[in-house]
């Protein structure tokens, strides 16, 4: 049985690969076309954070148009995309951090304070997009936030957490690095008399 505490030096990597699972998933936000989709048959709307695609219910092509025609969509792909390229460095940062013995813990405070600012922006791309799409744009029948949205949504919650362990990691470096010694502690001096 393996047991992971503070004190468990193979533990180190899990926040780096945290942050590396946040970017598959702002990846697949990135590029998925699932941010608003029909919500039932027949599919007739589907949208991504770059256009907004629409077809009648017996017609097998999509007519798209571009969401970056507007303001607020350029606003709402730059905000989240500009988290995403920071979201990148602070991952290429974690893996320097962990990696090399000297520069660890010196600036992993500085790592989660960029992770904050990377779950600010996505916030705000991803309040801005449902809020102006349903806004401007026509919808035609029941249509629901959909998986890709839903992706961008779990990427920024673990970049929110992240953030927080490598903003309270530098308070346990020793227990993490196996710096503390073990203290005994005996009950009475006459069960250690040569402690004397």
């Keep these: 049985m393996v047991v992971c505490g503070l ?11 945290l942050l590396g699972l946040a970017i598959i998933m702002g990846i697949i936000a990135l590029a998925g076309r699932g941010w608003l989709e029909s919500e039932s048959e027949p599919y007739v709307q589907q949208a991504s954070l770059w256009e907004s695609c629409t077809r009648g219910p017996d017609e097998l092509n999509w007519n798209c148009e571009s969401l970056m025609d507007y303001g607020w969509g350029r606003a709402a792909a730059a905000t989240y995309l500009v988290g995403f390229v920071i979201l990148v460095i602070c991952f290429a940062l974690a893996v320097i951090a962990f990696s090399v013995e000297i520069l660890r813990f010196n600036f992993v405070r500085g790592i989660g304070g960029l992770l904050f600012v990377v779950a600010a922006f996505q916030i705000i791309g991803l309040v801005i ?3 102006k799409f349903t806004e401007d744009i026509p ?12 992706f ?6 673990v970049v929110i ?21 073990p203290t005994c502690y005996y009950s009475s001096p006459e069960r250690a008399p040569y402690l004397n």
């Design 161 to 181: 957490g992240c953030a927080f362990f490598f903003c309270c990691l530098p308070n346990w470096e020793d227990e993490v690095l196996g710096n503390i010694k």
């Design 129 to 131: 997009y449902p809020v």
């Design 7 to 17: 004190a468990c030096w193979r533990c180190r990597w899990l926040l780096p690969l």
């Design 139 to 150: 919808l035609t029948g029941d249509n629901m936030f959909s998986w890709a949205y839903g």
């Design 152 to 157: 961008g949504w779990a990427s920024t919650v």
